[in-house]
């Protein structure tokens, strides 16, 4: 037996020397024979079908040889949108890496128009084989001829989500392709069939539905200059022009003067055009505040015949009816507060709507007294661009509380971001901002000369104060800030448009409106939104008015986008508003600012405090 297994192992072992050599010749021999040519390989038609849209390694590239796994690739639209979202996380972080145009650039550097773009803003509807068809950088890298030497392949351009035939839609990432099935032609039958989420019913928000609480609003206002002019180390000045009446106090003017007085305005000229008798006894008690009426009965007659002739000598606006008006009383309510700030000893001036709001620098100071305080002394006027409300539902009673999302100006963006813009375009609208864009100003109230150049910026003369290396002549230069913005709550109610029949032009324009007479009412306005609106409200429909305001100024869950049926134009749902409030915040075409809400609402606390003492101590 032993000698039986000695010969086994012997034999096995010879077999395994034997097997070894084999391997290792047959290796040599393969090695030696040369590489096979790409016109030798057998391509099956999906191969070469498929290889206009899946990039391939280098090295398959050159051999014409792919994996067998890449032919499993799914070409269902749901992979292809997951696709487009990493596409779009890489468009983020080049966004992210790119630093903001410098502010003295010119407006072709700051701005580059994207496609589907003007140079102005105007947005035109785009197909969709002109969306997203970017180019996702790959990070497959292999050796190249010569050796060790790793060469970047070239991006392949991802495919484009196959559409029904016939249909565009300049929001069609964003739907599913179910939506376009559910087109409708008519805008106002599109926003009667949008979602509305629920109503905000936070109970720390001022609800501004009660005139009881009026006297204990204005005790508080008073309380809280007597604190804030304690920490103000510049005194900085608000002038505005008003027809607000009671109620407009209740709701808007009283919680404006608030935010301001907390970040750090010291002092308010307001111009009253209104004739609400107790608005203007309200308004004369708070100490903050410097009230000068402009009309009869309230004005003296010396103020009425100045601002008339001021009106008639006015040589752009002069004689021109609605906002033109509004234009001129603004501006001579300007040269009247410069004087006046000068008599009181103020450091600065800014113009402000009521609708306006202005939002410090998160990063530092919300105070514009710190800001302006921190100035050189060569800079003479410091602007401020806007960033337009973008209200998300259609019940909004306070819009200082429940607006926080708002639309960046396009001053502000980088090239990236210019060219997401027009994803931001809801409705029948051309453009993202469709308002003023060109901010307000503050301007040093000791400055020679000191004038208004229209209600968004203040002219003076040269002076030595303003002289540096950049200005040897020391012109008038306006310093511009992108830090710290003008928040604008345009809108953000239907009541805001049913009051543009009353106050926008006079009664002989409404029957132009009523014929949609266009030329005609044109005259009164400067720009074109307000003009919409005027004529959506001028013919009273109810139904039309809340669908003008749905489709073209929130944006909620049901939004509507401008889409086209076989050449047919109309509006199709959108589905994911969410996902685009978010994306687009993350590049930065909106923004979120909770300032406001955060400042009113800690306000509206110590109210309900104040009310709840006065209360007990009643009884």
């Not at 100071?365 to 409300?389: G, T, W, Y």
Request: charged share 25%; proline share 6%.
């Amino acid at each position: 037996m032993q000698r039986w297994k000695k010969r086994a192992l012997v034999a096995l072992m010879v077999g395994y020397v034997v097997v070894v050599m084999f391997t290792f010749w047959n290796r040599s021999k393969i090695s030696k024979q040369p590489p096979p040519h790409v016109s030798d390989v057998k391509w099956a038609p999906e191969h070469a079908q498929r290889s206009a849209e899946v990039s391939l390694e280098p090295s398959k590239q050159r051999t014409g040889l792919h994996r067998e796994e890449g032919d499993e690739r799914s070409s269902s639209s749901q992979h292809i949108r997951q696709e487009i979202v990493k596409q779009w996380d890489q468009e983020l972080e080049h966004t992210k890496s790119e630093s903001p145009a410098p502010l003295n650039a010119t407006k072709a550097e700051r701005s580059v128009p994207k496609p589907g773009e003007t140079n102005d803003g105007t947005v035109y509807e785009r197909g969709r084989e002109g969306m997203d068809n970017g180019t996702a950088e790959t990070k497959d890298e292999a050796e190249d001829e010569t050796g060790g030497t790793k060469n970047r392949v070239p991006p392949a351009p991802l495919p484009i989500p196959p559409a029904p035939e016939g249909y565009r839609l300049n929001l069609s990432s964003f739907m599913t392709e179910g939506q376009f099935m559910r087109m409708v032609i008519p805008l106002h039958e599109a926003a009667r069939a949008r979602d509305h989420p629920p109503i905000d019913n936070d109970a720390l928000r001022d609800r501004g539905d009660d005139l009881e609480s009026l006297e204990s609003r204005v005790f508080f206002i008073n309380m809280l200059r007597k604190q804030t002019i304690l920490v103000n180390r510049s005194k900085v000045c608000i002038v505005s022009v008003t027809s607000a009446d009671v109620w407009g106090l209740r709701k808007m003017l009283f919680p404006w003067i608030q935010y301001h007085l907390e970040v750090g305005i010291d002092r308010f000229y307001i111009y009253y055009d209104g004739n609400d008798e107790r608005a203007l006894v309200l308004l004369r008690r708070l100490d903050a505040v410097h009230v000068l009426p402009l009309q009869a009965p309230f004005a003296d007659q010396a103020t009425v015949s100045d601002l008339d002739n001021f009106q008639k000598a006015h040589k752009q606006w002069g004689g021109r009816p609605g906002n033109y008006v509004l234009m001129v009383k603004q501006v001579y309510a300007i040269q009247k507060a410069i004087a006046r700030a000068k008599e009181d000893g103020m450091d600065w001036i800014v113009h402000l709507d009521q609708d306006e709001l202005f939002a410090g620098d998160k990063d530092r100071s919300s105070s514009i007294a710190d800001l302006l305080r921190s100035q050189p002394s060569h800079v003479a006027c410091v602007k401020f661009f806007n960033n337009e409300a973008f209200p998300e539902q259609e019940d909004v009673s306070n819009p200082f509380d429940q607006v926080t999302l708002f639309k960046v100006n396009p001053a502000l963006s980088t090239a990236s971001m210019a060219q997401q813009r027009w994803k931001a375009v809801i409705g029948p609208n051309r453009r993202v901002i469709f308002l003023y864009g060109n901010g307000k100003s503050a301007a040093r109230v000791d400055a020679p000369g000191l004038r208004q150049g229209g209600p968004h910026e203040f002219r003076a003369d040269r002076s030595q104060r303003w002289v540096t290396p950049d200005n040897p002549n020391g012109d008038w230069v306006l310093t511009k800030n992108n830090r710290s913005t003008i928040l604008h709550y345009s809108y953000c109610t239907i009541d805001a448009i049913q009051q543009k029949a009353e106050r926008s032009c006079p009664p002989e324009y409404k029957q132009a409106a009523i014929r949609n007479d266009r030329n005609k009412t044109k005259e009164c306005f400067v720009i074109d939104f307000d003009q919409d609106a005027y004529h959506v409200a001028v013919r009273g429909d109810s139904d039309e008015i809340r669908s003008f305001f749905l489709a073209r100024i929130v944006l909620e869950p049901g939004a509507v986008g401008r889409c086209y049926q076989h050449g047919r134009p109309g509006y199709c749902l959108l589905e994911d508003v969410e996902g685009l409030k978010t994306y687009l915040m993350r590049v930065g075409v909106l923004q979120r600012n909770l300032l406001p809400q955060q400042i009113l609402r800690m306000h509206e606390r110590m109210i309900q405090n104040l009310l709840h003492v006065s209360s007990l101590s009643r009884h």
